[in-house]
């Protein structure tokens, strides 16, 4: 209708009137010129949205500007279509597929004969620069399929039109032009590319990838990007990069001696003497905090029947990355079809379902370093942070419903303690709330929720929501740590489920002497043992603190004469309680030392005929330009306070 207006209330609460039809460019135009110009985006209704779109009826809008909440999302968006386009603008006769936004940047796979180099990436970016610089439009319209299938088949791409023939039927079909290029994508993007800044994005690598993940599809080629804010964010993530290659566990477990993999056991870990003595001291540190923690430990079988695994309801969720084991039993008709264990849960339950539990049982908390195999492909292994056989420091407590927030405050407050032990001070916590599809009442998922949420701020204040993330039986929350190097990852778990204990049958006798559901709660702190040591790795930077150290101490000698000395020196430290060793070879002091730093010894003592004659050492501690010659006694006591594990302090 001619001349009908709508009302516009802005985040500030205030309204205006604007003609229908008005966009947020409009808007922003009206508010300030300084807010047009900053503008890249917008939210209608808190949809966020082009500010190109044309409003119809009455809505929130607020203007978005390079500084908000998903303006990085829209930069690296916009930053993937430059990049085809400044790809096909090169080399026409390429063919452009799809180009999503992905953790710290992009990637768009592209349909080419000859594989792109390096020099090919440095000619893209410069390229992308030519097109940012034009400040080209952006701009979009809504096709219908026949019309759109048809243009992508004038044009040669037929990657496209496979694309459009998958949308729903009723499904818009939105076409974007940067200039005078063209892209099939839902948007929203940027309103020029000028908005993109030109010294904040790289191009990182190139990689084989299946069309549409298949393998029985086209090889196509990846260009991987990254893009920021601005020159000072790329420069730092560039940096972290650096950091990260130089930390690499993998690396550092060569030179370190702590583990290798072979393919004679794709994804199982061969750990070494000291890996194992980096493994040994952790679980020894984790199974402490644990018993003080009121937790009993357990263990269960590592192959297990089928038909637990379909009672549990794994068998149909995890069958493909279960490893199966067929056995002909003697007094069998058929073979019995068995599978390592994925996961610990099942038979947790079962541990709990022989004999009765009263409610004065619980909350009863049952641990286990539980060997599970699961089957990961080939590509998605990475040394120890993705394999195939691990240990989990898994547990399980058992419940009632009104223990929910307790239990979770105590297990907050213990994953704090050992997170900060271990060197990691920061964590973030995820909070998953019910999805679409779950099993239990609205009634118990509102218990449960709200038990979570208070147990958080009985804690701590600050968290995110993750609404309908949660597992299909129950609300869960995520630990993240930070890293040293401002990494997250993502390592403890807390999980409600209301329903394994149904499908397995457990019950505890109620104060009403009826029997009743227990609530099962699964939670883990390392997450598993390989990838955390894994992470431990490279938080330190191979540079473990002492008590985790492999090898702590080594006493080396300068000449042979001081020979006898060193090895009085490394009996007392023995005992101790060190791990010290001796270096009596016939190599000099310096290269001796250069050796043991670069295996990450924390502490070499150095003795010569001086330190024989006055009964005593000269230490150096690993990165320390300079050594310090102190009494043995002094070193003794200082070095044996240093390895006594955190929890075993005074």
Not at 324 to 332: F, G, K, P, S
Not at 371 to 399: K, N, W
Not at 415 to 442: M, N, Q, W
Request: proline share 5%; with cysteine; aromatic share 8%.
């Amino acid at each position: 209708m001619d001349g009908a207006q709508i009302s516009i209330t802005l985040p500030d609460g205030s309204s205006r009137s604007f003609p229908a039809g008005t966009t947020p460019a409009d808007i922003a135009a009206d508010i300030s010129k300084s807010l047009a110009k900053s503008a890249i985006a917008a939210k209608i209704d808190g949809t966020l949205t082009d500010l190109s779109r044309p409003i119809e009826a009455d809505a929130e809008v607020a203007i978005v500007t390079a500084r908000d909440e998903g303006a990085l999302e829209l930069i690296r968006h916009d930053a993937a279509h430059i990049m085809a386009r400044a790809v096909q603008e090169l080399w026409p006769d390429v063919k452009v597929t799809i180009g999503p936004v992905i953790e710290n940047g992009w990637y768009y796979d592209f349909d080419r004969d000859e594989p792109f180099s390096s020099d090919d990436l440095e000619r893209i970016e410069a390229k992308m620069r030519e097109i940012i610089a034009a400040r080209d439009p952006v701009r979009t319209e809504v096709w219908d399929r026949a019309r759109a299938i048809a243009h992508y088949e004038e044009q040669n791409e037929p990657f496209k039109v496979e694309l459009i023939e998958a949308i729903p039927e009723g499904q818009p079909i939105r076409m974007y032009w940067h200039g005078d290029w063209q892209d099939l994508c839902r948007g929203p993007h940027l309103a020029h590319t000028g908005q993109v800044p030109a010294d904040a994005f790289k191009l990182m690598s190139v990689a084989g990838a299946y069309w549409r993940g298949d393998s029985r599809n086209k090889m196509l080629q990846r260009i991987y990007g990254v893009a920021f804010r601005n020159k000072q964010d790329l420069k730092a993530y560039l940096h972290m990069l650096e950091e990260a290659a130089k930390r690499d566990h993998r690396k550092l477990g060569r030179e370190m001696q702590l583990f290798h993999m072979q393919e004679e056991a794709p994804g199982m870990v061969f750990w070494h003497p000291n890996g194992w003595t980096v493994y040994r001291v952790l679980e020894d540190y984790m199974r402490r905090r644990l018993t003080a923690a009121g937790y009993k430990e357990i263990k269960t079988p590592q192959v297990v029947d089928r038909k637990l695994w379909e009672a549990s309801g794994h068998w149909d969720k995890y069958r493909e990355n279960m490893f199966i084991a067929e056995v002909e039993e003697e007094h069998a008709q058929e073979k019995r079809v068995n599978a390592l264990k994925p996961m610990n849960c099942p038979c947790h339950v079962q541990v709990y379902n022989h004999g009765l539990k009263s409610y004065r049982d619980l909350p009863l908390r049952m641990a286990e370093f539980g060997a599970c195999h699961r089957y990961e492909p080939s590509g998605s292994m990475h040394g120890l942070m993705r394999v195939r056989g691990f240990t989990q420091d898994d547990a399980h407590i058992f419940c009632t419903e009104d223990q929910i927030e307790d239990e979770c405050a105590r297990f907050i407050d213990l994953l704090s303690g050992i997170y900060a032990d271990l060197g990691f001070t920061r964590f973030d916590i995820k909070f998953s709330t019910r999805p679409e599809v779950r099993v239990g009442s609205d009634e118990v998922w509102d218990k449960a929720e709200a038990a979570l949420e208070k147990a958080i701020l009985a804690v701590r204040n600050d968290y995110d929501i993750d609404p309908g993330e949660g597992a299909f039986y129950g609300p869960k929350l995520d630990f993240k740590l930070t890293d040293a190097i401002g990494r997250e990852w993502q390592c403890g778990t807390f999980q409600a489920d209301f329903n394994l204990p149904e499908r397995l049958d457990a019950e505890y006798v109620g104060e009403d002497g009826a029997k009743h559901r227990p609530v099962m709660l699964h939670r883990a702190i390392l997450g598993s043992f390989e990838r955390f040591i894994g992470i431990l790795i490279e938080n330190y930077a191979g540079k473990f603190p002492l008590w985790l150290a492999p090898r702590q101490v080594v006493v080396a000698s300068i000449v042979s004469d001081a020979d006898p000395y060193v090895h009085e020196v490394v009996k007392t430290l023995r005992a101790a309680g060190l791990r010290a060793e001796a270096d009596v070879r016939n190599e000099k002091i310096n290269y001796k030392v250069r050796e043991h730093s670069v295996g990450k010894v924390p502490v070499i003592l150095a003795i010569g005929m001086k330190e024989v004659e006055d009964r005593t050492v000269s230490m150096r501690r690993l990165g320390a330009k300079s050594s310090e010659v102190l009494a043995l006694d002094a070193v003794v006591s200082q070095l044996r306070d240093e390895a006594t594990p955190p929890d075993l302090r005074d």
